[in-house]
Nanobody
């Protein structure tokens, strides 16, 4: 079994930075991909940043140059460093992972993932 627990979300002003963390419990290795998604009120869940097992990273155009995904295998933790935050980044942020290989084709597609965390709220005020 796999459990993902996110933390680090809070309210910040535009231009600020946050680092989200996602700790993996249970089975912690062998994943094909790990990723961060977000969902704003009234909007569909969207992929923000993803990382393949080999280390390749992929980002949504809206966050390129501002967000960085990374992982610390020794701590079983996935991170999302978010800089230059904008009000439109306000959302609940979820981490996800999978052993399935279809995430290689579209790392930021939510349907490619089958393990999800409960989410952490990020609010950016102008």
């Amino acid at each position: 079994q796999v459990q993902l627990v996110e933390s680090g979300g809070e309210s910040v002003q535009a231009g600020g930075s946050l680092r989200l963390s996602c700790v993996v419990y249970g089975v912690t290795s062998g994943f094909s991909c790990m990723a961060w998604f977000r969902q704003a009120p009234g909007k569909e869940r969207e992929g923000v940043a993803g990382m393949l097992a080999a280390g390749t990273t992929r980002y949504a155009d809206s966050v390129k140059g501002r967000f960085t995904i990374s992982q610390d295998n020794a701590k079983n933790t996935l991170y999302l460093q978010m800089n230059s935050l904008k009000p439109e980044d306000t959302a609940i942020y979820f981490c996800a992972t999978t052993w399935r290989g279809d995430c290689y084709a579209d790392t930021l597609a939510s349907m490619a993932y089958n393990f999800w965390g409960q989410g952490t709220q990020v609010t950016v005020s102008s």
